[in-house]
């Protein structure tokens, strides 16, 4: 016969701050965080490719900097800002960098494009003039098993011009 569960085996109530928003889960404080944005806080834009750190798929930002969050475990987001793909935009009025990625097509199957989409974001952020050698440098260890490698980097290169504040008609229109 199995133990019998009691109130005191539940794991201690975590505090988060995702996209801006204070939220608690009730979990080990070892879970991956990508599992807990995605099963507890049902926010899906990270997504689990490898889980071994190697990939980039589940790319979040924590503080501005991006971290992949297949490993790391939820108890390190406590007191820090966690940022989500769904933390950029809205399908209705997407960021910058989620709109120069709409506009160049970048996604084949769209699987890799979180980590993408992240990473440029966190780099722009840092670096608002990053070059497209530093933009290279810094997607090297993001996989896209599609091979859409070409149209990423035209969109993480539009990606810098709207992020440098240029409005989406000046980018569309080559301005
Ligand atoms: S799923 Fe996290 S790096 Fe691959
Ligand atoms: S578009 Fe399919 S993995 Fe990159």
């Not at 879970?31 to 490719?49: C, F, I, M, Q, S």
């Not at 589940?58 to 390190?76: E, F, H, K, N, Y």
């Not at 091979?147 to 989406?168: D, F, N, S």
Request: glycine letters at 10%; hydrophobic letters at 40%.
């Amino acid at each position: 016969m199995h133990p019998q569960p009691t109130a005191s085996s539940q794991p201690a109530p975590l505090h988060l701050r995702v996209n801006g928003t204070a939220c608690q889960v009730a979990v080990a404080a070892q879970t991956a965080l990508l599992h807990v944005l995605r099963n507890d806080l049902e926010l899906n834009g990270p997504k689990y490719g490898c889980g071994l750190g190697e990939c980039g798929a589940c790319t979040v930002l924590i503080d501005g900097v991006a971290a992949r969050s297949c490993v790391m475990p939820v108890a390190a987001a406590v007191g820090r800002q966690v940022t989500t793909l769904e933390g950029l935009g809205t399908p209705e009025s997407p960021g910058p960098v989620q709109q120069a990625f709409i506009d160049c097509q970048a996604a084949q199957c769209g699987y890799c494009l979180n980590g993408m989409i992240m990473t440029v974001e966190a780099l722009l952020r840092r670096h608002p003039h990053a070059t497209e050698q530093e933009m290279r440098s810094e997607l090297q260890h993001n996989l896209c098993r599609c091979g859409t490698h070409v149209e990423i980097m035209q969109a993480a290169l539009r990606a810098g011009e709207l992020h440098r504040g240029r409005t989406i008609e000046q980018a569309r229109a080559g301005a």
